[in-house]
């Protein structure tokens, strides 16, 4: 546990690793809005420019050491915020360093050793673990989550539906960012390249949602991808199935002003329907919107989003107000995540060649 | 003053076509025939059920100058267009949503194919979802959601069924440039039953969301790109008026619709896909 105890009256501190575009324009904002109960402490990047920049705005430590951020005193909740594939040992070393709680981005591992032995640690250590999967503590989807009632069995039916534009619109509107990942130009007649796209795909977009799926999914474990379309410049449209659930995959990201983030779970006679608010920008909760036959009730919006809403929800774990969230569900949410992700990839090598499209008929 | 034409209905057209409230919508042009031999009126209306182009061309031999068929599963029209044309009687289809004027409109107005075309050169993707109530048809309704599909955005390559079972059915293939797209269908009763067509384009797109001509609730047609949203003029009729209109203007022009023509289209694509 703790090495440290902070005054009762004093914020938890928080260490971020990583201080990418998704620090600056997400995680800093949304903690400027709770000084009162959090307060950056130590801010590492590989790039030591880069974290001393994003650590003056905050008035915090700057190091390019995971070692240092973690052995900091001040530091009571650590914030994982790096590339995908250092999140498990990252997790793993600030479990054991005895931190009150680690934060870490979505996906917390890239395979399910990865999080066997986080899950493994995580119970030995006794520190709990957030995956920032920001929908599940957006206050629309809390609310609707207490009033669905039977919803989650009766529903035959799931979709996700992403239109985003490019990140850098609504960082910019977020904060001032310094340095950003150079683009690309696809080569999208390459197999690889589309398999890399799709598997980013899933992993860093569609599993924003996929964690709200799975709640609408108890036969998550027999999910079945029946189609795979790659959508250009980056996205996809997805089919799945389990023995009991529908469930459609959308995503376009091109270079719209207008996103729609859309969740829905539909039965025969009733139907959820969340209108998510784009990520970076503190522009409030998901409108939640419960309808029962020709009756519908709404939730939301609420006057934070779910980045805000799992930063309250790591202090209140941190101290001790609310339990830990069930290290299962995460890997379970990873499972599901990762089953989909595979599939797709293995689906694309079909959908590069275009046999299947070529075995239907055209007007 | 323009003559008013006679209208009879099958008892099946009736409630298939909200003949009734349809014609009373435009009561100075038609108007109930006396009687009940069908074969004295000008306009005959029947559904569009099994067999609906033989019963059609039964009607043309019989006399009829203009025909609506009301809400008709896709079939082979070839027989039909040829005694149309040879009759020069008017066929008018009463298409479930792809009648709706916001989709296919006047010469003049904005609509929904006009947006679509302009957009398609750069579409990455259409996705299209199709409401009904459960214990629908699926093959029927699937019609129905292609001929809005096709009316919109035009020619569908590789199309194929990827899933159906007792809650709808998902369909996919390409757009004409290679985009691709899907159709999914969902039955439920806490939606209203329609269609949403959603195409997606390199900087925004256009989105279309197409009521039940049950009520002359309007579609909407949004067309998003770099000057912001603009929404097209909202048209408080429904699909089965919208049919009518057209037939009358026929009428009064002594022209012939081109219905059969688009319609073949539509069950060339249907007759090979199966989703029951």
Known sequence: MSQHAAPADRPLGVGILGAGPVTQAIHLPALARLQDILEVRHVMDVDSAIASSVAARVGAVAGTSMDALLADPGVDIVAICSPHQFHADQVIAACRAGKKAVLCEKPFAMNGEEAARISAVSAETGVPIIVGAMHTFDPGWLAAEQNWGDLPEQVHTIRSSIVLPPNARFEDFATEIITRPAAGQPDYTDIEVIKSALQGGVMGLAIHDLPLVRRFTPDFEQIEVLHVFHVRPFGYAISLKTPTRVIELRAVMNSTWKPEWMFEAIGDDATLHIDFTPSYVQAGSAVATITRGAESSIFGPYGHNGYEGEWRELAAIANGHRPAPSAQALIDDLTFALAIADATVAGAAALHGDAANKAGVSA | ?276
Not at chain 2, 41 to 62: C, F, H, K, Q, Y
Not at chain 2, 140 to 152: D, P, Q, T, Y
């Open chain 2, 1 to 276: 003053m323009n003559a008013r034409y006679t209208v009879s209905a099958t008892p099946e057209a009736q409630p298939a076509g909200a003949v009734s409230q349809t014609m009373a919508s435009l009561p100075a042009t038609f108007g109930p025939a006396a009687g009940t031999q069908p074969g004295a009126a000008d306009v005959l209306v029947i559904a569009g059920g099994p067999g609906w182009t033989a019963e059609a061309t039964r009607v043309i031999a019989g006399g009829a100058r203009g025909i609506v068929v009301a809400n008709p599963r896709p079939e082979a029209t070839a027989e039909l267009a040829a005694a149309a044309d040879a009759a020069g009687a008017a066929v008018v289809l009463d298409l479930r949503w792809a009648s709706n004027a916001a989709l296919v409109g006047e010469a003049a107005d904005p609509d929904a194919r006009d947006a679509a075309r302009s957009a398609l050169g750069t579409a990455s993707l259409l996705d299209s979802v199709a409401t009904a109530a459960p214990g629908t048809d699926l093959q029927r309704l699937l019609g129905e959601h292609l001929a809005a599909l096709l009316a919109v955005c035009g020619p569908l390559d590789g199309v194929r069924v990827l899933r159906a079972d007792a809650t709808g059915y998902t369909v996919g293939g390409r757009l004409a440039n290679g985009a691709p797209f899907t159709a999914q269908a969902v039955l439920t009763a806490a939606r209203p039953a329609g269609v949403d067509i959603n195409l997606y384009t390199t900087d925004g797109g256009v989105s279309v969301q197409v009521p039940d001509p049950d009520a002359a609730w309007p579609a909407e047609v949004r067309v998003t790109g770099t000057h912001g949203e603009l929404l097209l003029p909202t048209l408080y009729e429904s699909a089965h008026r919208s049919a009518w209109r057209r037939l009358k203007e026929h009428l009064r022009a002594g022209t012939r619709p081109d219905d059969l023509t688009g319609f073949a289209r539509l069950n060339d694509l249907y007759a090979t896909l199966a989703v029951t």
